[in-house]
């Protein structure tokens, strides 16, 4: 194991603790409203709560903190140094996890946990015995990022670059805010780890703090692993009448907002420029020669943090500044096929998944110890150096060049001449590579996935049959290997008009970690057959997204399971999928003749049409009737995997020619049944953009079954990694 996160007693003397505690506690802030309105004392309008600076001009917080106010426009109040009085500057809140609050959720737990912002824990929001959070609170990750208005001088934090270690008999320290006799005055003490809130793979998901009571004003106040000396979390909430409280691991902000189009820049996406900005941060003031005060590295090397690993704090904040000179990796999928196709790697899937190249650092730490480490450690860098660019900068090159640089004076000090060998030819190839496809073609190691192997999301909803409109639910990314990653499941029942909020957190993690730049992943939805109606492609995330079936392909699927094929019907049905995927497909209306509803002709007539035909529904509506549904049977049953469905109420008097039309002309021009989905989506953008060409198709769903794609078995949950 290269690395662990506060294994046993905190090293260090009291007099190295006592720097750490100097270091954190000249990055906390005091965040209030805007101007104007009464505070203890100090500038600013009404206390909120407490924060950190992350990065130069940007600040962390929770986002019950910072967006108690009017507007999202807030005052930060700092220190840059020891009897330097006060200073204050705007800010504004630049993205919120999640943006509106939500409700009450009873988690049967034995405590309550309230919100340790000022206001709330002045008015007494204690919350019930048995929930986590007040209602209307933030739910988890309960986060804030603030820009500052003007550039000021001030210190940062280090954060970790892999996930909290969630473990018990640990130590954190904590800083923060909070009012002591009608003034606010600077606080910080220790907690134990307790556990965890909240379980695998759970948005939700919080450090159980204990040993100490969070008064009032202290949310959104960094949380500190003591023997690494690195901030790994948030603080949230108190234990309403006890000792502790929560505290949000500081990974959950790889869940902001993913640039929908490829970024052109760094600003583009607000996690990379945060991150960037932390490391070249402790990156420059780690190897200038003028300051005299110890950095977070020092302090690091002397609570003996590195003891365990394969580089040094020293090492390790020179890496991560020369990480942080070059462009991020195009996409959260590609930055996974990189760490998974270096030698001994085999799966890098945590929650969420690793986002910038300092993430993928991170994930490495817990593979191996040893030569062996160090060795997987630079053929990662040399990975970086060579992969594909979303965007180029004049300093792009010589960026490159110190990072090999960097990389050959490490390797030359510690490691054979074998591998210094090859990560020289690396490096030689690296430099002839300057276009971004070449690079994409041939990585450092390994070979990228060939088309048609892309990944994609499944759902999986599965409806309780006891419970009316109640669905237990699975969200896993599938590889063309069939293996399928979960990311989240929920065998508790969600009620129907729920599914799309409690699923925001988990489908969102899974689009981002198969989503390219201008090309999002298709989510396969999973269903009993009488559920093939179900609009989960008019589903909105979030009020400012668009609908699922308009911003990605989205197709149903059935998890009926069928009785065993016959030989000949499983090379009936691989010829018919062979024939769609390469030749000019045709469309056949089976359930409607001149606007007439007709039964579907059985199987017999069914697997006359020629393998190249795709059946058409006219007539199937949103909760079909048992004709229907024994229709749509026998198109299975006759060989067919893929067809069109056209939900709505279904009229008797409806005419159907214009649809009829259409229809066969969507299959025509699409050709191939793996164009068929994109090609629906286009659609729906269509209708929503209001083209009036397109509104034939509005309620029309995509069932493709894809054989070579099939699902987990029945009662079946995803296989954890």
């Not at 909070?178 to 005055?185: D, F, I, M, N, S």
């Not at 093939?532 to 668009?546: A, F, K, M, N």
């Not at 050709?671 to 989905?677: F, G």
């Amino acid at each position: 194991m290269i690395d662990g996160l506060g294994r046993g007693a905190p090293g260090g003397s009291g007099e190295t603790r006592r720097a750490l505690m100097d270091l954190v506690m000249a990055a906390t802030v005091r965040i209030h409203g805007p101007e104007g309105g009464y505070v203890p004392d100090g500038p600013g309008g009404a206390f909120l709560g407490s924060g950190f600076f992350i990065a130069p001009s940007w600040v962390l917080t929770c986002a019950h903190v910072a967006m108690q106010g009017e507007g999202r426009d807030v005052t930060v109040i700092f220190e840059t140094g020891p009897g330097s009085g006060e200073s204050s500057v705007t800010g504004t809140v630049v993205a919120a996890l999640p943006e509106r609050p939500g409700g009450t959720l009873d988690t049967g737990s034995a405590g309550s946990y309230g919100s340790t912002d000022y206001q709330a824990g002045q008015a007494g929001q204690a919350g019930q015995a048995g929930s986590f959070r007040t209602a209307g609170s933030w739910p988890a990750p309960d986060l804030a990022l603030i820009r500052l208005g003007r550039p000021v001088d001030h210190a940062c934090v280090y954060v970790t670059e892999r996930p909290a270690a969630f473990f018990g008999g640990g130590e954190v320290f904590y800083s923060g805010w909070t009012e002591v006799g009608g003034r606010l005055k600077r606080l910080n003490g220790q907690c134990s780890v307790q556990g965890t809130l909240g379980g695998w793979a759970d948005p939700d998901e919080q450090m159980r703090l204990g040993g100490d009571v969070l008064p009032p004003g202290v949310s959104g106040g960094p949380t500190v692993d003591v023997a690494r000396g690195e901030v790994v979390g948030v603080l949230k909430s108190q234990l309403v009448g006890g000792m502790g409280g929560t505290s949000i691991g500081i990974e959950r902000l790889r869940s902001l907002p993913v640039p929908a189009t490829m970024a052109g820049a760094e600003s583009d996406d607000d996690y990379q420029a945060v991150f960037h900005a932390h490391d070249r941060y402790h990156a420059d003031r780690h190897i200038n020669r003028v300051g005299t005060g110890r950095t977070w590295a020092d302090v690091q090397s002397s609570l003996d943090a590195g003891i365990d690993r394969a580089l040094s704090p020293q090492q390790r904040v020179n890496l991560l500044g020369r990480l942080a000179e070059l462009p991020p990796p195009v996409s959260t999928r590609g930055l996974l096929d990189l760490l998974v196709r270096l030698p001994g790697v085999h799966s890098v899937d945590r929650y969420p998944a690793p986002r910038s190249w300092r993430d993928g650092l991170g994930a490495l730490y817990e593979t191996r110890g040893g030569e062996a480490a160090l060795e997987l450690l630079l053929r990662y860098c040399m990975s970086v150096i060579s992969a594909e660019r979303p965007y180029v900068t004049r300093s792009t090159a010589a960026a490159e060049e110190a990072l090999w640089s960097w990389v050959r004076w490490v390797a030359d000090d510690r490691l054979s001449r074998e591998f210094r060998n090859e990560i020289t030819l690396l490096w030689s190839a690296a430099r002839h590579r300057t276009d971004r496809e070449q690079r994409r073609a041939a990585p450092a190691y390994g070979e990228r996935p060939q088309d048609g192997e892309s990944p994609f999301v499944l759902l999986e909803l599965e409806p309780r049959g006891w419970e009316r409109d109640s669905y237990d639910w699975r969200v896993g990314v599938a590889r063309h290997t069939g293996e399928v990653q979960p990311v989240g499941e929920d065998s508790r029942g969600t009620p129907g008009h729920a599914l799309p909020a409690r699923l925001t957190a988990s489908l969102t993690e899974a689009f981002r970690r198969c989503d390219e730049p201008d090309s999002p992943a298709v989510l396969q939805v999973a269903v009993v057959q009488s559920l093939l109606g179900l609009e989960v492609d008019c589903w909105q995330l979030s009020p400012d997204e668009p609908p699922l079936g308009v911003s990605r392909p989205v197709i149903v699927r059935r998890s009926d399971h069928e009785p065993p094929l016959t030989e000949a019907e499983t090379r009936e049905r691989r010829a018919r999928w062979s024939r769609t995927m390469n030749e000019a497909m045709r469309a056949e209306i089976v359930d409607c003749d001149d606007g007439l509803r007709v039964p579907v002709a059985t199987e017999e007539h069914l697997r006359s049409l020629a393998y190249e035909t795709v059946p058409v529904l006219c007539r199937y509506a949103d909760r079909p009737d048992g004709e229907t549904t024994a229709g749509l049977a026998r198109v299975v049953r006759g060989g067919f995997h893929i067809a069109l469905l056209r939900r709505g109420k279904d009229r008797p008097d409806v005419v159907c020619a214009d649809f009829h039309r259409r229809a066969a002309d969507t299959v025509a021009e699409a050709r191939t049944a793996d164009q068929l989905p994109r090609k629906i989506q286009e659609l729906r953008q269509g209708v929503r953009a209001g083209r009036t060409e397109t509104y034939w198709s509005d309620g029309v769903a995509l069932f493709y079954d894809d054989p070579h794609h099939p699902l987990p078995g029945s009662g079946q949950l995803l296989e954890a990694p």
